[in-house]
């Protein structure tokens, strides 16, 4: 029974093919029987297009060929596969011997006649070659006519032959049954049931199923089963029932379905043959067909058999069909083993199997060899594997590699793949070649690699390996002691062994070398050696015998010679030479040299002496002589004059053996040998102190000269003499220095020091004792004829003026009158000789300085002085402390001592000018102060001094920031740090002078305290005390002044004397601005500027240069350019020469291109190089000019820019090691460049004052005005939200983004560039490129504002908003308008942005340095994104708001209490004026007197007076009194109150600027109190409606203080959710929608809203008013035909008939009507049958208009425009008066604007100027006032309230001229 089921690759297959009784049965399912032959031989009828016929001849000779031959020919030619054959008969050929086969198809006629070979295997006989040939025409078309059945004769024939025995070969060929192709041919024919589909390889059986359903309407495994043959791409149907077979292929042709799928379906006939499986190898055909024809086998007679040996299979064909079928039922056995029987269709070219046949046995594995070696080589290239397998993959091939230590690694197995049942040819055929193509491809593949086995030594092996470690193309593998294999590329494995080979040649060749080398001493005297060595003796001998060993052993005092015999030989006979030949020389010395060159080694001081001066010399010492060796007579002449030359010595004879014991003379020996014998000796000094007392200096003569000179100079001026010579003032001793300088120089060229002391006016004179007598005498004799007068002056800021102009004032009243002036300010006193009870201390000076600063000059001990900080220097090691500090350190315990070790650990020693502060221990102060005290060299004086300095300057900077009141500083003498005493002193105080100035505003020390322990250092410290504080620095008459009184404290930071300003990078850098000549520079580098040409000498700076260093800088210069290519930005380094430094750096500067190219990129870099070189060279201090801006044409302010810019990011990105000073240096006479480089250094001050602490702000409520403006008041600033176009904006500055390339094709910057113009545009080309701190600033152009600011875009808003205001403060703008930052291209969230821009906004405002912006807007052209910034806004004032606290403490002054009536104490404010003294000497008393009159008018002229007069200077409190106080300190002005003025008065007298700037701070104190009071005013009027109550305890309520009150109803109004207020002193959070309040621990009160006065109900808002919506103010519009409108316009048109009016608008502001309702119900009731309300004008700027609508009118602003007739707010009752420019000022349109205001007048009287309040009606009665004034009371033109609330601005008129 046949069932359908899956084949092994899961397609469908039939299984159970039928057997038994009934499978005849189910082979005939068509119509009629089967037929009775394969179809091998078939009628006309069957294919009524054939036969074609090929001719076929062979070598059987003329004669037909034997039956035998015949049926295997005719098998032959029915073979598809064999021939390309299938259905024919054979015919006899028309010439003897040949044959025609005759083909039912044309096609398959052509196949077979393609086939260029034809043979037929016969077995042993071999094999019979066929020529297969088409027939000519004339017998094509004979044939052609001829039956397919053949005649009568030949089927006789063909049965007598099958009665016969074949005589062709009777021994192997098979014998045949009487059954002949003629009964074959005549067998009865019936309809197939068989059907094969060709084309349908892309289907599996269950899809060609569905398919043939679908076809023919048959139902599969009911009515056709399927046979796939995936072999042959075709599928056989077999039909189960008795259907048309034939009609089942005319529905498959006609199938379009088939047709699109390209599958095409033919009969199959039945078969005569059959296929035997496994058949044993030798069996013949013979032995097939007699089994098969044997009864018991059911078989019949056999047509033919033919063998297939490769295939184990045999195909043998019956003559009738019945016996195939017999066949099949039975099993059969060939040679005793099994075979498989199957039906074999011819025209298939396959057996059709059904579920009998197995599944197509896969060939087995080959095991194929593989060299192991190339195994391992294979293993470790991965890629190399990959590649094996896929070429293998090709030939159907899974390669199966050896595992891992298995037993066979040279082998390798082959595995048929899965890819041979998807192949497209035949199966079989493949299968039966794969093992062949395999192993093949296998072999050609492996045949690429290769292994080699050599034999070689193991020491050489290792270097030969080491070399070939990393070659991927080869492994390298040791096999054992000596044997190696090489495995890989079969090229790379040759080329190794080749070189292999030639390297072991070359190996053996060097041992045989060294088994016959020999090793030879020759001995050679140092001397001769070094000589010979020098002259090149290795390198000449190497050059002939490269393999030679020559070397000098110093301890056997000969050369070694290895090599060869003859080699050897030969060198050494030619050695002997040369060392017999060597000059040599005895040289006595001098024996203080000879000892010097004893303790030096000979060699190095040979190399010093000769060999660095190209002379070939060596020395040896000998007794006591020198014995000089030479390389020729020359050389030896030269090295004798050397050591003449080189080498001396000196002596110095001591009168005094005395000064050996001196400090200072063992500071500088030891400095002495420190410096000349540092890395190799140079000198050494003998202190024979004895008999002689003389001192010798021996060594280098140049050492030796400068040692013998500091000695000398210091033994010389060891015995001087002192004398002070007292004066008349301070003027006289500066007169004498400055106009008598011949005098002076005559005798300081003597020795002479003069000391000018103006503190206490006195010359001092120091030096050689003769000299200094010669000089009392003529200095006494100039004082006397000098003349000399004092001017005092008690006018406020006399002093300040003076100074300010100092240069400038001396030099007018020299020119003049030949007269110098002195300022002198008078003294409180001295507190000397003064001893504190808490310490040790006595009091030897004290001096006050300006202020409050108490400078004390004390003699005491460190370990017991009673300040609050003291300061202990320690020396370089920070180790042993000084005289003062070690008792300092012992008296304050193991406390101070372990937390100094804990410091030591941490963070190392400190060095010099660094400090540390610990506790204090057990000593009476509160800190220590530690410092790392420098080491006195006097070649590094500046270096050493300037670390001093550090020192006072970091100590007290520290003890200020923690806050301490005093500070005791050391006296850092010549002790263990060896600083000349004067030198010390002059550093500390002129130190501690410039620390005090620059933070003279902002410290909290009180007194300084400098200690010595000895009379010397007390009287030296006191000296320089008084000399230094009594000078006054001058300062720099081009500093501008941009800022007001808080800007001049801090520029005050950057103020130097000489002509000196400075300020300080955060990491400690200074940069000083200096005037000079840069020859004239004395700092370590000096940087120039040179051209692309490198010519040196080009251009003044240059020039000037070159003439001062000398002809050797020159000469350098020119060797540093050949030794390198320079080009733009290289900088040459050569050293100072005649230059007061040790460096120069001469970079290449290009000209400037305008800002488009690289220029000032190269610039920068020079720049940068420049600081960075300076580090690298261990230097401290660099002095830069104005490089580019001469000759180059750089902008100088960019280059100043850009300098500072560079070297405060070299210090904060690398902080310097040792550069300590940058100095910029200007021409003095290039003013352009000076007033650059000053105004960016004040730029850099400001910059460190605005980034101050910040201070608290006041951040005021929300007000939106009627046009969407929103505005908030942040401390001084007030912030204005609006939508609008910021290029419309007429603010001082309106803020850009652009990218930096200033390109854009839309969005702000495109809208802005347009709106500017093309100057704009052009002058942001310049700066493409260029971002310059990330934004430029460029003019106007066209629009309304001065400056547009451009910001390069960035993401953080913040920093730019900070940026954009301090460079607005910086310029001194009023006013900015920003966009909403990063909200366009850049797409950040509006919250966020507002968020920081706010931010940004609230910290700079809280700068205490903020004096000139006063004005910010943000402009947002989107409104949807207004709502954004405004929560933003709300966010921010909420988070300010002031603690209730202070709020109730400001309600209680403000609002709780009534004013008293009790009057005030008169304001009185101590006037403080500080004396000065202008000190005047000239030689003519007239010239003395007419300067001291020019000076008095000099300083009265600059005096100036003016008055503030306002109501609000009587309510001045103790607050503002401070600051008027502090102002007065300050600024140097007196203030002056006139109290019984009405309106009270100040009077502010001063300098000029001064009195501005204070007039301009006191106005702004009254504007504040101004604002103070309307917002009482707004509370009150609040309080007058509403009453805000909380819950007490005991379930009553209580009212709110007025003010929170306010905040609460503005809440409602603002339709907040929450709002924090204070009740009882804790923090409740109210809800004002449930009127719930909780504080932080949920407690619950409730709280109340209850309307203030009943009558409120009944105040209705007017009928025309349109819907508010829950809007607190709505502007309406008046459309021109209303009534209403017209009313108005009437009113108007009275007076102003010429006048356009644009719009009217009725303001509906309901708060404020209530509020006006409730004071208009009040007044009607007093004043009853009076006409208290009228309909008035005001006229008012635009600016004014939000406020006026959301407020009201407001008295404040009384007296803006006029105030003639009382301080309230103005109505006209025409309305021209209120049209007129001065009331309604016009906008920057043209409109102007008008308000017609209800205004309460009622009983009025006549006003007056200076009016807060109407007048009372009756003395007797002042509760009682008038409600208003007027101008005149018969025909009033004007009226004036007082009280906000009794006006209502109804309606708005804008109009026009």
Same mark, same amino acid.
């Given at each position: 029974?046949?069932?359908?089921?899956r084949?092994p690759?899961?397609?469908?297959?039939?299984?159970?093919?039928?057997?038994?009784?009934?499978?005849?049965?189910?082979?005939?399912?068509?119509?009629?029987?089967?037929?009775?032959?394969?179809g091998?031989?078939r009628?006309?009828?069957?294919e009524p297009?054939?036969?074609?016929?090929l001719?076929?001849?062979?070598?059987w000779?003329?004669?037909?060929?034997?039956?035998?031959?015949?049926?295997k020919?005719?098998?032959?030619?029915q073979?598809?596969?064999?021939?390309?054959?299938?259905e024919?008969?054979?015919?006899?050929?028309?010439?003897?011997?040949?044959?025609?086969?005759?083909?039912?198809?044309?096609d398959?006629?052509?196949?077979?006649?393609?086939?260029?070979?034809?043979?037929l295997?016969?077995?042993?006989?071999?094999?019979?070659?066929?020529?297969?040939?088409?027939?000519?025409?004339?017998?094509?078309e004979e044939?052609s006519?001829?039956?397919?059945?053949?005649?009568?004769?030949r089927k006789y024939?063909a049965?007598?032959?099958c009665?016969?025995?074949?005589?062709?070969?009777?021994?192997?060929?098979?014998?045949?049954?009487?059954?002949?192709?003629?009964?074959?041919?005549?067998?009865?024919t %019936?309809t197939?049931?068989?059907?094969?589909?060709?084309?349908?390889?892309?289907?599996?059986?269950q899809?060609?199923?569905a398919?043939?359903?679908?076809?023919?309407?048959?139902v599969a495994?009911?009515?056709?089963?399927?046979?796939?043959?995936?072999?042959?791409s075709?599928?056989?149907?077999?039909?189960?029932?008795?259907?048309?077979?034939?009609?089942?292929v005319?529905?498959?042709?006609?199938?379009?379905?088939?047709?699109?799928?390209?599958i095409t379906?033919?009969?199959l006939?039945?078969?005569?043959?059959?296929?035997?499986e496994?058949?044993?190898?030798g069996?013949?055909?013979?032995?097939?067909?007699?089994?098969?024809e044997?009864?018991?086998?059911g078989?019949?007679?056999?047509?033919?058999?033919?063998?297939?040996?490769?295939?184990?299979?045999?195909?043998?064909?019956?003559?009738?069909?019945? +016996?195939?079928?017999?066949?099949?039922?039975?099993?059969?056995?060939?040679?005793?083993?099994p075979?498989?029987?199957?039906?074999?269709?011819?025209?298939?070219?396959t057996?059709?199997?059904?579920?009998?046949?197995?599944?197509?046995?896969?060939p087995?594995?080959i095991t194929?060899?593989?060299?192991?070696?190339?195994?391992q080589?294979?293993?470790?290239?991965?890629e190399?594997?990959?590649?094996?397998?896929?070429?293998?993959?090709?030939?159907?091939?899974?390669?199966?590699?050896?595992?891992?230590?298995?037993?066979?690694?040279?082998?390798?197995?082959?595995?048929?793949?899965?890819?041979?049942?998807?192949?497209?040819?035949?199966?079989?055929?493949?299968?039966?070649?794969?093992?062949?193509?395999?192993?093949?491809?296998?072999?050609?593949?492996l045949?690429?690699?290769?292994?080699?086995?050599c034999?070689?030594?193991?020491?050489?092996?290792?270097?030969?390996?080491?070399?070939?470690?990393? +070659?991927?193309?080869?492994?390298?593998?040791?096999?054992?002691?000596?044997?190696?294999?090489?495995?890989?590329?079969?090229?790379?494995?040759?080329?190794?062994e080749?070189?292999?080979?030639?390297?072991?040649?070359?190996?053996?060749?060097?041992?045989?070398?060294?088994?016959?080398?020999i090793?030879?001493?020759?001995?050679?005297?140092?001397?001769?050696?070094?000589v010979?060595?020098?002259?090149?003796?290795?390198?000449d001998?190497c050059k002939?015998?490269?393999?030679?060993?020559?070397?000098?052993?110093?301890?056997?005092?000969?050369?070694q010679?290895?090599g060869?015999p003859e080699e050897?030989?030969?060198?050494?006979?030619?050695?002997?030479e040369?060392?017999?030949?060597?000059?040599?020389?005895?040289?006595?010395?001098?024996?203080?040299?000879f000892?010097?060159?004893?303790?030096v080694?000979?060699?190095?001081?040979?190399?010093?002496?000769?060999?660095s001066?190209?002379i070939?010399?060596?020395?040896?010492?000998?007794?006591?002589?020198?014995?000089?060796?030479?390389?020729t007579?020359?050389?030896?002449? =030269?090295?004798?004059?050397?050591?003449?030359?080189?080498?001396?010595?000196?002596?110095?004879?001591?009168?005094?053996?005395e000064?050996?014991?001196?400090?200072?003379?063992?500071?500088?020996?030891?400095?002495s040998?420190?410096k000349? @014998?540092?890395?190799?000796k140079?000198?050494?000094?003998?202190?024979?102190i004895?008999?002689?007392?003389?001192?010798?200096i021996?060594?280098?003569?140049?050492?030796?000269?400068e040692?013998?000179?500091?000695i000398?100079?210091?033994?010389?001026?060891?015995?001087?003499?002192?004398?002070?010579?007292p004066?008349?003032?301070?003027?006289?001793?500066?007169?004498?220095?400055?106009?008598k300088?011949?005098?002076?120089?005559?005798?300081?060229k003597k020795?002479?020091?003069?000391?000018?002391?103006?503190?206490?006016?006195?010359?001092?004179?120091?030096?050689?004792?003769?000299?200094?007598?010669?000089?009392?005498?003529?200095?006494?004799?100039?004082?006397?004829?000098?003349c000399?007068?004092?001017?005092?002056?008690?006018?406020?800021g006399?002093?300040?003026?003076?100074?300010e102009?100092?240069?400038?004032?001396v030099?007018?009243?020299?020119?003049?009158?030949?007269?110098?002036?002195?300022?002198?300010?008078?003294e409180?006193?001295?507190?000397?000789?003064?001893? +504190?009870?808490?310490?040790?201390?006595?009091?030897?000076?004290?001096?006050?300085l300006?202020?409050g600063?108490?400078?004390?000059?004390?003699?005491?001990v460190?370990?017991?002085?009673?300040?609050?900080?003291?300061?202990?220097?320690?020396?370089?090691?920070?180790?042993?402390p000084d005289d003062?500090?070690?008792p300092?350190?012992?008296?304050?315990g193991?406390?101070?001592q372990?937390?100094y070790?804990?410091l030591?650990k941490?963070?190392?020693r400190?060095?010099?000018?660094c400090?540390?502060?610990?506790?204090?221990?057990?000593?009476?102060?509160?800190?220590?102060?530690?410092?790392?005290g420098p080491e006195?060299?006097?070649? +590094?004086?500046?270096?050493?001094l300037?670390?001093?300095?550090k020192?006072?300057?970091?100590?007290?900077?520290?003890?200020?920031?923690?806050?301490?009141?005093s500070i005791?500083?050391?006296?850092?003498?010549?002790?263990?740090?060896g600083?000349?005493?004067?030198?010390?002193?002059?550093?500390?105080?002129?130190?501690?002078k410039k620390?005090?100035?620059?933070?003279?505003?902002?410290?909290?020390?009180?007194?300084?305290?400098?200690?010595?322990?000895?009379?010397?250092t007390?009287?030296?410290?006191?000296?320089t005390?008084?000399?230094?504080f009594?000078?006054?620095?001058?300062?720099?008459p081009?500093?501008?002044?941009?800022?007001?009184?808080?800007s001049?404290?801090?520029?005050q930071?950057?103020?130097?004397?000489? @002509?000196?300003?400075?300020v300080?990078?955060?990491?400690?850098?200074?940069?000083?601005?200096?005037?000079g000549?840069i020859?004239?520079?004395?700092t370590?580098?000096?940087?120039?500027?040179?051209?692309m040409?490198?010519?040196?000498?080009v251009?003044?700076?240059?020039?000037?240069l070159?003439e001062?260093a000398?002809?050797?800088?020159?000469?350098?210069?020119?060797?540093?350019?050949?030794?390198?290519?320079?080009?733009?930005?290289?900088?040459f380094?050569?050293?100072?020469? @005649?230059?007061?430094?040790k460096?120069?750096?001469?970079?290449?500067i290009?000209?400037?291109?305008?800002?488009?190219?690289?220029?000032?990129?190269t610039?920068?870099?020079?720049?940068?190089?420049?600081?960075?070189?300076?580090?690298e060279?261990?230097?401290?201090?660099?002095?830069f000019?104005?490089?580019?801006t001469?000759?180059?044409?750089?902008?100088?302010?960019?280059?100043?820019?850009?300098?500072?810019?560079?070297?405060?990011e070299f210090?904060?990105?690398?902080?310097?090691?040792?550069?300590q000073?940058?100095?910029?240096?200007?021409?003095?006479?290039?003013?352009?460049?000076?007033?650059?480089?000053?105004?960016?250094?004040?730029?850099?001050v400001?910059?460190n004052?605005?980034?101050?602490?910040?201070?608290h702000?006041?951040?005021?409520p929300?007000?939106?005005?009627?046009?969407?403006?929103?505005?908030?008041?942040i401390?001084?600033?007030?912030?204005?939200?609006?939508?609008?176009?910021?290029?419309?904006? =007429?603010?001082?500055?309106?803020?850009?983004?652009?990218?930096?390339?200033?390109?854009?094709?839309?969005?702000?910057?495109?809208?802005?560039m347009?709106?500017?113009?093309?100057?704009?545009?052009?002058?942001?080309?310049?700066?493409?490129?260029q971002?310059?701190?990330?934004?430029?600033?460029?003019?106007?152009?066209?629009?309304?504002?001065?400056?547009?600011?451009?910001?390069?875009?960035?993401?953080?808003?913040?920093?730019q908003?900070?940026?954009?205001?301090?460079?607005?403060?910086?310029r001194?703008?009023?006013?900015?308008?920003?966009?909403?930052i990063?909200?366009?291209q850049?797409?950040?969230?509006?919250?966020k942005?507002?968020?920081?821009?706010?931010?940004?906004?609230?910290?700079?405002a809280s700068?205490?340095?903020?004096?000139?912006?006063?004005?910010?807007?943000?402009?947002?052209?989107?409104t949807?994104?207004n709502?954004?910034?405004?929560?933003?806004?709300?966010?921010?004032?909420?988070?300010h708001?002031h603690?209730?606290?202070?709020?109730?403490?400001?309600?209680?002054?403000?609002?709780?209490?009534k004013?008293?009536?009790?009057?005030?104490?008169?304001?009185?404010?101590?006037?403080?004026?500080?004396l000065?003294?202008f000190q005047?000497c000239?030689?003519?008393?007239?010239?003395?007197d007419a300067?001291?009159?020019?000076?008095?008018?000099?300083?009265?002229?600059?005096?100036?007076?003016?008055?503030?007069?306002?109501?609000?200077?009587?309510?001045?409190?103790?607050?503002?009194?401070?600051?008027?106080?502090?102002l007065?300190?300050?600024?140097?002005?007196?203030?002056?109150?006139?109290?019984?003025?009405?309106?009270?008065?100040?009077?502010?007298?001063?300098?000029?600027?001064?009195?501005?700037?204070?007039s301009?701070?006191?106005?702004?104190?009254?504007?504040?109190?101004?604002?103070?009071?309307?917002?009482?005013?707004?509370?009150?009027?609040?309080?007058?409606?509403?009453?805000?109550r909380?819950?007490?305890?005991?379930?009553?309520?209580?009212?709110?203080d007025k003010?929170?009150?306010?905040?609460?109803?503005?809440?409602k109004?603002a339709? %907040?959710?929450?709002?924090?207020?204070?009740?009882k002193?804790?923090?409740y959070?109210?809800?004002?929608?449930?009127?719930?309040?909780n504080?932080d621990?949920?407690?619950?009160?409730s709280?109340?809203?209850?309307?203030?006065?009943?009558?409120?109900?009944?105040i209705?808002?007017?009928?025309?008013?349109?819907?508010?919506?829950?809007?607190?103010?709505?502007?309406?519009?008046?459309?021109?035909?209303?009534?209403?409108?017209q009313?108005?316009e009437?009113?108007?048109?009275k007076?102003?008939?010429n006048?356009t009016?644009e719009?009217?608008?009725?303001?509906?502001?309901?708060?404020?009507?209530?509020?006006?309702?409730?004071?208009?119900?009040?007044l009607?009731?007093?004043?009853?049958?009076?006409?208290?309300?009228?309909?008035l004008?005001?006229?008012?700027?635009?600016s004014?208009?939000?406020?006026?609508?959301?407020?009201?009118?407001?008295?404040?602003?009384?007296?803006?425009?006029?105030?003639?007739?009382?301080?309230?707010?103005?109505?006209?009752?025409?309305a021209?008066?209120?049209?007129?420019d001065?009331?309604?000022?016009?906008?920057?349109?043209g409109?102007?604007?008008?308000y017609l205001?209800?205004?309460?007048?009622?009983?009025?009287c006549?006003?007056?100027?200076?009016?807060?309040t109407?007048?009372?009606k009756?003395?007797?009665?002042?509760?009682?006032?008038?409600?208003s004034?007027?101008?005149n009371e018969?025909?009033?033109?004007?009226f004036?309230?007082?009280n =906000?609330?009794?006006?209502?601005p109804?309606?708005?008129?804008?109009?026009?001229?």
């Amino acid at each position: 029974m046949t069932k359908l089921s899956r084949d092994p690759w899961g397609e469908l297959m039939w299984t159970g093919f039928p057997s038994g009784p009934g499978a005849r049965s189910l082979l005939r399912k068509g119509r009629g029987a089967p037929t009775p032959c394969s179809g091998a031989v078939r009628e006309r009828r069957a294919e009524p297009a054939g036969p074609f016929p090929l001719l076929v001849r062979g070598a059987w000779g003329s004669a037909e060929p034997p039956s035998s031959l015949r049926r295997k020919l005719l098998c032959y030619f029915q073979s598809q596969k064999r021939s390309g054959g299938g259905e024919c008969e054979l015919r006899a050929g028309p010439a003897p011997g040949s044959l025609l086969v005759c083909f039912a198809r044309r096609d398959v006629r052509q196949r077979v006649l393609q086939r260029q070979i034809h043979e037929l295997d016969l077995g042993e006989k071999g094999k019979l070659n066929l020529i297969v040939t088409e027939l000519e025409t004339a017998t094509e078309e004979e044939t052609s006519d001829e039956k397919l059945v053949p005649t009568k004769n030949r089927k006789y024939e063909a049965a007598e032959t099958c009665r016969a025995k074949e005589s062709f070969d009777p021994n192997t060929e098979p014998r045949e049954k009487s059954c002949s192709m003629e009964n074959i041919a005549g067998c009865s024919t %019936k309809t197939s049931l068989l059907v094969a589909l060709e084309n349908v390889q892309h289907f599996s059986a269950q899809r060609l199923g569905a398919l043939l359903e679908n076809v023919s309407g048959f139902v599969a495994d009911k009515d056709f089963c399927l046979e796939m043959r995936p072999e042959t791409s075709t599928a056989v149907v077999t039909l189960l029932k008795r259907i048309d077979a034939e009609e089942f292929v005319k529905l498959c042709a006609e199938s379009n379905r088939l047709k699109k799928l390209k599958i095409t379906a033919k009969l199959l006939e039945e078969t005569h043959s059959i296929k035997a499986e496994i058949v044993p190898g030798g069996v013949s055909t013979d032995h097939i067909a007699a089994c098969f024809e044997n009864v018991s086998s059911g078989g019949g007679p056999v047509v033919d058999v033919q063998l297939l040996p490769e295939e184990r299979s045999a195909i043998t064909t019956f003559c009738s069909p019945k +016996d195939l079928s017999t066949v099949l039922e039975k099993q059969h056995s060939l040679e005793q083993m099994p075979v498989s029987i199957y039906p074999y269709h011819h025209r298939l070219g396959t057996a059709l199997s059904g579920e009998k046949k197995p599944s197509v046995e896969m060939p087995k594995p080959i095991t194929c060899p593989l060299d192991p070696y190339v195994w391992q080589f294979l293993e470790r290239q991965d890629e190399l594997i990959q590649d094996i397998n896929q070429e293998m993959a090709a030939c159907h091939c899974d390669v199966i590699w050896p595992e891992p230590d298995c037993a066979h690694p040279d082998e390798v197995v082959l595995f048929p793949s899965s890819s041979l049942y998807e192949q497209q040819e035949p199966m079989m055929q493949v299968i039966k070649t794969w093992r062949e193509d395999a192993s093949a491809q296998l072999s050609h593949i492996l045949s690429r690699y290769t292994s080699v086995m050599c034999q070689v030594d193991s020491v050489f092996w290792n270097d030969v390996n080491a070399e070939r470690v990393n +070659d991927a193309s080869l492994m390298i593998a040791c096999v054992c002691m000596g044997l190696v294999v090489i495995a890989g590329d079969r090229a790379a494995v040759n080329r190794a062994e080749r070189e292999l080979m030639e390297r072991m040649e070359k190996d053996v060749e060097e041992r045989k070398r060294q088994e016959n080398s020999i090793e030879v001493s020759v001995s050679v005297m140092l001397g001769k050696y070094a000589v010979l060595h020098n002259a090149g003796l290795e390198e000449d001998i190497c050059k002939e015998y490269p393999r030679i060993k020559i070397f000098y052993d110093d301890t056997k005092k000969a050369i070694q010679l290895c090599g060869l015999p003859e080699e050897v030989s030969k060198i050494k006979m030619r050695l002997l030479e040369k060392v017999q030949n060597v000059p040599y020389k005895s040289v006595n010395i001098t024996p203080q040299v000879f000892q010097f060159l004893q303790c030096v080694d000979n060699k190095t001081m040979s190399e010093r002496l000769f060999i660095s001066k190209k002379i070939k010399a060596f020395y040896e010492l000998e007794d006591d002589a020198i014995v000089l060796f030479g390389y020729t007579p020359e050389d030896l002449s =030269d090295a004798e004059k050397q050591i003449e030359t080189d080498l001396d010595y000196k002596c110095i004879d001591l009168e005094d053996s005395e000064i050996i014991k001196k400090e200072e003379w063992r500071s500088l020996i030891d400095f002495s040998c420190k410096k000349y @014998n540092y890395s190799q000796k140079t000198v050494i000094i003998d202190e024979c102190i004895g008999k002689e007392n003389r001192v010798t200096i021996t060594g280098f003569s140049k050492a030796v000269a400068e040692v013998y000179q500091n000695i000398f100079y210091l033994v010389d001026r060891n015995t001087h003499m002192k004398k002070v010579i007292p004066a008349k003032s301070a003027a006289v001793v500066q007169f004498v220095e400055k106009e008598k300088p011949n005098v002076c120089l005559e005798f300081k060229k003597k020795g002479v020091k003069m000391c000018f002391d103006t503190k206490v006016p006195c010359i001092s004179l120091s030096g050689p004792k003769a000299e200094v007598a010669k000089a009392v005498t003529t200095l006494e004799q100039v004082l006397s004829l000098l003349c000399y007068k004092n001017v005092p002056i008690d006018k406020p800021g006399a002093k300040e003026f003076f100074t300010e102009k100092k240069d400038l004032h001396v030099f007018e009243a020299k020119q003049k009158y030949n007269c110098l002036i002195l300022l002198k300010v008078e003294e409180q006193g001295q507190k000397g000789g003064e001893v +504190d009870s808490k310490g040790e201390r006595e009091v030897c000076y004290e001096e006050t300085l300006e202020g409050g600063v108490t400078v004390l000059v004390c003699k005491g001990v460190m370990s017991n002085y009673p300040v609050d900080v003291v300061v202990n220097v320690l020396n370089k090691d920070s180790k042993l402390p000084d005289d003062l500090a070690g008792p300092l350190l012992q008296e304050a315990g193991p406390d101070l001592q372990r937390e100094y070790k804990h410091l030591v650990k941490n963070h190392g020693r400190l060095k010099p000018g660094c400090i540390a502060i610990t506790g204090a221990g057990k000593l009476p102060c509160k800190h220590v102060i530690h410092a790392g005290g420098p080491e006195w060299k006097k070649t +590094d004086r500046e270096k050493c001094l300037h670390h001093v300095r550090k020192i006072v300057r970091k100590s007290v900077q520290l003890a200020e920031k923690c806050n301490h009141l005093s500070i005791a500083l050391p006296f850092v003498r010549a002790g263990i740090l060896g600083i000349p005493v004067e030198l010390c002193a002059q550093s500390i105080v002129s130190s501690l002078k410039k620390t005090l100035e620059e933070s003279r505003w902002d410290r909290s020390l009180r007194e300084v305290h400098l200690v010595g322990d000895a009379d010397k250092t007390v009287r030296v410290l006191s000296e320089t005390v008084k000399q230094v504080f009594a000078a006054k620095s001058p300062i720099w008459p081009l500093l501008p002044q941009p800022f007001s009184s808080e800007s001049m404290k801090e520029s005050q930071k950057a103020k130097r004397k000489d @002509n000196l300003q400075m300020v300080t990078t955060n990491e400690g850098l200074c940069i000083k601005l200096e005037k000079g000549s840069i020859q004239d520079a004395t700092t370590d580098v000096i940087v120039n500027s040179i051209g692309m040409d490198l010519q040196l000498g080009v251009g003044p700076l240059c020039k000037a240069l070159l003439e001062k260093a000398g002809p050797g800088l020159q000469l350098e210069f020119n060797q540093e350019k050949q030794r390198r290519i320079a080009g733009k930005g290289t900088v040459f380094h050569t050293s100072g020469h @005649n230059l007061l430094c040790k460096s120069v750096l001469h970079a290449v500067i290009p000209v400037w291109d305008g800002g488009k190219g690289e220029a000032l990129k190269t610039l920068k870099d020079v720049v940068k190089f420049c600081l960075q070189k300076t580090e690298e060279l261990a230097l401290n201090l660099i002095t830069f000019p104005a490089i580019g801006t001469g000759g180059f044409g750089f902008p100088k302010s960019t280059v100043a820019k850009l300098m500072f810019d560079t070297v405060f990011e070299f210090s904060s990105h690398h902080t310097p090691k040792t550069l300590q000073e940058v100095h910029f240096l200007l021409y003095p006479g290039d003013t352009g460049n000076i007033q650059a480089f000053t105004s960016e250094l004040e730029r850099r001050v400001a910059e460190n004052r605005i980034k101050a602490a910040p201070q608290h702000i006041f951040i005021g409520p929300i007000v939106t005005s009627s046009s969407g403006v929103h505005e908030m008041k942040i401390g001084s600033i007030t912030l204005q939200l609006i939508n609008g176009d910021i290029t419309k904006e =007429d603010t001082d500055v309106i803020v850009n983004i652009t990218s930096s390339a200033f390109k854009a094709n839309s969005g702000l910057f495109k809208a802005v560039m347009d709106a500017a113009g093309s100057q704009v545009e052009e002058e942001c080309a310049q700066y493409a490129g260029q971002l310059q701190s990330g934004f430029v600033t460029t003019e106007s152009g066209n629009l309304l504002c001065k400056k547009i600011i451009h910001l390069i875009h960035s993401l953080d808003v913040k920093n730019q908003v900070t940026q954009v205001l301090r460079e607005c403060e910086l310029r001194m703008y009023t006013s900015v308008a920003f966009p909403a930052i990063g909200t366009g291209q850049a797409r950040q969230s509006p919250a966020k942005v507002a968020d920081n821009m706010l931010g940004a906004i609230i910290e700079f405002a809280s700068q205490k340095a903020v004096l000139h912006l006063r004005r910010i807007r943000i402009v947002i052209f989107e409104t949807k994104m207004n709502s954004e910034f405004y929560e933003s806004m709300k966010k921010r004032q909420e988070l300010h708001t002031h603690d209730s606290d202070t709020d109730e403490s400001k309600l209680t002054s403000l609002f709780g209490q009534k004013k008293s009536t009790e009057k005030k104490q008169p304001l009185v404010l101590e006037k403080k004026v500080e004396l000065v003294t202008f000190q005047i000497c000239g030689e003519r008393q007239q010239n003395v007197d007419a300067a001291a009159s020019w000076i008095m008018d000099l300083i009265l002229k600059e005096q100036s007076e003016n008055i503030i007069s306002d109501e609000l200077i009587e309510n001045f409190d103790r607050g503002q009194m401070k600051t008027l106080v502090d102002l007065q300190r300050r600024k140097h002005v007196t203030f002056q109150f006139e109290s019984n003025r009405s309106p009270p008065r100040i009077k502010i007298s001063g300098i000029s600027r001064d009195v501005y700037s204070v007039s301009m701070e006191v106005q702004n104190m009254i504007q504040k109190l101004r604002d103070t009071q309307e917002e009482q005013s707004k509370a009150e009027l609040v309080y007058n409606l509403v009453e805000w109550r909380y819950q007490e305890s005991n379930d009553s309520f209580r009212t709110f203080d007025k003010l929170t009150n306010m905040q609460l109803e503005d809440a409602k109004i603002a339709k %907040k959710a929450h709002l924090t207020v204070k009740i009882k002193n804790k923090n409740y959070k109210v809800n004002i929608n449930t009127l719930q309040a909780n504080d932080d621990r949920g407690t619950t009160i409730s709280i109340q809203r209850v309307p203030k006065n009943e009558e409120k109900q009944a105040i209705e808002l007017p009928a025309e008013w349109e819907d508010m919506k829950d809007k607190p103010v709505l502007v309406v519009n008046l459309p021109s035909e209303s009534q209403e409108y017209q009313n108005v316009e009437k009113e108007f048109r009275k007076t102003c008939p010429n006048l356009t009016i644009e719009k009217i608008e009725r303001i509906q502001n309901s708060y404020l009507w209530q509020s006006y309702q409730i004071k208009k119900n009040a007044l009607d009731k007093k004043n009853k049958n009076w006409m208290n309300e009228r309909l008035l004008f005001h006229g008012t700027a635009a600016s004014s208009l939000s406020t006026i609508n959301y407020r009201g009118f407001d008295r404040g602003f009384a007296g803006k425009n006029a105030a003639i007739i009382g301080n309230g707010t103005y109505f006209a009752v025409r309305a021209n008066y209120s049209a007129q420019d001065d009331y309604s000022q016009p906008d920057s349109s043209g409109r102007k604007y008008m308000y017609l205001a209800r205004v309460l007048t009622g009983q009025y009287c006549a006003g007056r100027a200076g009016l807060i309040t109407a007048p009372s009606k009756n003395t007797a009665d002042t509760t009682d006032h008038y409600d208003s004034v007027v101008d005149n009371e018969k025909f009033p033109n004007m009226f004036v309230i007082f009280n =906000d609330i009794q006006a209502y601005p109804q309606y708005l008129i804008t109009f026009r001229k």
